[in-house]
């Protein structure tokens, strides 16, 4: 038995919880690119502006067309704030589960089987308690799917967004599935879903009894498998503990305090080379970079980022690092100490599974 657990609109609802004036009216949570006041896209958008067709991703432009003559409030993305609340959301979870899964900034799987034997309704409960504490705690909702596994588990945290709670049993799996287009599975983006059209399918049970060897020919033998086990619900994936490993870091004293990004990066060339042979060796790749900057009076700055997919690689640890520091460094004096931490880490098997298809 697998569950899921997904923050709500998570960026534009942490800016409301810092700032509740905002809940009553669209907020969208921006990646402005600089040139002018409208150039960049959305990050995310609270429920009030996908009302209005707002969606992740959108160019602000367009959505400020959308939103014309609203009151709505365009808000830049701050990654290190969101990381927090990440963080602290993820530490109640692992308090209540036996093995927690992140795989993302906002969500995680999760495995409860042994504390509730097994049973749904125990299952229910606790995931009950879990959204509780977590709105109790961090004023946040978040929506849960339980499943016999982590396909369904997925799909089912889907079902009922925001501040759902969907269970399908093992005997509802099939009854559950039936009416959903194929595109609400798991990793079947746009581009997929196209390719599928093209070849008659558009629901999951047309998916589900589609040819393997078609599906072989069009989408190639590794995501034909894992969408024929998908469509049928009979996914065996196991939720990982990502609990030993969750971050990497390290922070060091620099020679002499410096506002330079030059100076910095060059003392924290031999850290970032170390982190990058610990992740290697842990066959781990990150998906969250933030450089750390101790101040002068001990202050600590943070900046993060997000990367679109999970990566080990050296080049972009020391592309991203700079480009974290610079932006740091632009908001604050001298520092003291410098660090870099990478989260969201996942394991490279996982690559080759479910967690590939998506994003
Ligand atoms: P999602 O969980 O996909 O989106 P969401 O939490 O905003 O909304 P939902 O209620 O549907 O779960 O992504 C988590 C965060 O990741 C999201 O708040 C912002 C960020 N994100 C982007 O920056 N760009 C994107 O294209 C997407 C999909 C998410
Ligand atoms: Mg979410």
């Known amino acids: 038995m697998s569950r899921i657990i997904g923050l709500d609109y998570f960026y534009a609802q942490v800016e409301e919880v810092e700032n509740p004036s905002l809940k009553d009216r669209p907020v969208l949570v921006c990646v402005f690119s600089g040139r002018t006041d409208e150039s960049g896209v959305i990050s995310t958008s ?3 502006a996908r009302e209005y067709g707002v969606k992740s991703g959108m160019p602000i432009a367009l959505a400020k067309r959308r939103l014309e003559g609203v009151q709505a409030s365009f808000i830049k993305i701050d990654h290190s704030k969101y990381e927090t609340y990440s963080q602290r959301v993820m530490e109640i979870l692992r308090s209540e589960v036996d093995t927690l899964e992140q795989t993302g900034i906002d969500e995680a799987f999760f495995d409860i089987t042994k504390r509730t034997e097994g049973d749904y309704r125990a299952a229910s409960s606790t995931a009950l308690e879990i959204k509780a504490r977590i709105l109790d705690q ?32 093992d005997r509802e799996v099939s009854a559950f599935l039936s009416p959903l287009p194929a595109d609400r599975i798991y990793g079947v983006g746009p581009k997929t879903a196209k390719l599928l059209q093209t070849r008659g399918i558009t629901t999951i049970p047309e998916l589900a009894h589609a040819p393997t060897e078609m599906l072989e020919d069009i989408l190639g033998k590794k995501f034909a498998v894992y969408l024929h086990n998908a469509s049928n619900g009979t996914d065996d994936e196991p939720v990982l503990d990502s609990g030993e490993v969750t971050q990497l870091s390290r922070i060091i004293t620099l020679k002499h305090d410096t506002h330079d990004v030059d100076e910095v990066l060059t003392e924290l060339l031999p850290a ?18 933030s450089a750390m900057g101790i101040g002068k009076n001990l202050s600590l700055h943070t900046k993060s ?12 640890i020391e592309k991203e690092t700079k480009g974290l520091f610079a932006a740091l460094l632009a908001e604050v004096g001298d520092l003291r100490r410098a660090g870099v931490r990478m989260s969201a880490l996942q394991d490279m098997v996982d690559q080759h599974s479910l967690t ?4």
Do not use: Q, W
């Not at 590939?356 to 994003?359: K, L, P, Q, S």
């Open 305 to 316: 980022r997000t990367l679109e997919t999970p990566t080990n690689e050296y080049s972009v």
């Open 46 to 48: 609270n429920y009030k």
């Open 356 to 359: 590939e298809f998506t994003r």
């Open 138 to 169: 961090e004023k946040l909702t978040c929506s849960i799917g339980i499943g016999p596994n982590k396909v369904v588990a997925k799909m089912a945290s889907d079902f009922k967004k925001p501040d759902g709670l969907t269970v399908v049993r």
């Open 272 to 289: 970032l080379r170390d982190l990058h042979e610990r992740l290697v060796s842990r066959n781990l790749f990150f998906r969250n970079l």
